[in-house]
């Protein structure tokens, strides 16, 4: 009874371990190094899509010269103005598929709000 449970406890712990390792692993190896190969300056741009009164996601981590674009696909008008009054970055009211961008230049942590509804914030982070 005890054998019978560890033979089939023993594969089964080692397979879980397999299955945590094999992903960390191979995920920094391959398509981090592709990046890194193929497009060392260049950045992708980053989407924020707006939906349901939030910024999704709403913490955003960005490289620097990122150019991050928000999509607004609500039914309802809002804006990405950055936290510090709109000074570093600020959008028109965006209608429902309109879209507005900015290029992450700085390193730092760069947090905005919906004018419109300001219960609305996200973040990107720079670095
Ligand atoms: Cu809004």
Redesign the pocket.
């Known amino acids: 009874m005890t054998m019978q449970t560890n033979r089939r406890a023993l594969p089964l712990a080692a397979a879980l371990v397999l299955a945590l390792a094999a992903p960390a692993s191979a995920g920094d190896a391959s398509p981090a190094a592709q990046v890194a190969a193929t497009a060392p300056a260049a950045t992708a741009p980053a989407t924020v899509t707006?939906d349901n009164?939030a910024y999704s996601p709403a913490t955003l981590t960005v490289a620097p010269g990122t150019r991050v674009v928000w999509a607004n696909k609500?039914e309802?008008?809002?804006?990405v103005t950055s936290a510090d009054g709109g000074a570093t970055f600020k959008s028109p009211a965006l209608d429902t598929d309109d879209s507005f961008a900015f290029t992450f230049t700085k390193a730092g942590t760069y947090k905005y709000f919906?004018?419109?509804?300001p219960h609305?914030v996200g973040t990107i982070v720079v670095k």
């Open positions: 707006i009164f609500d309802e008008p809002h804006t919906c004018s419109i509804h609305m």
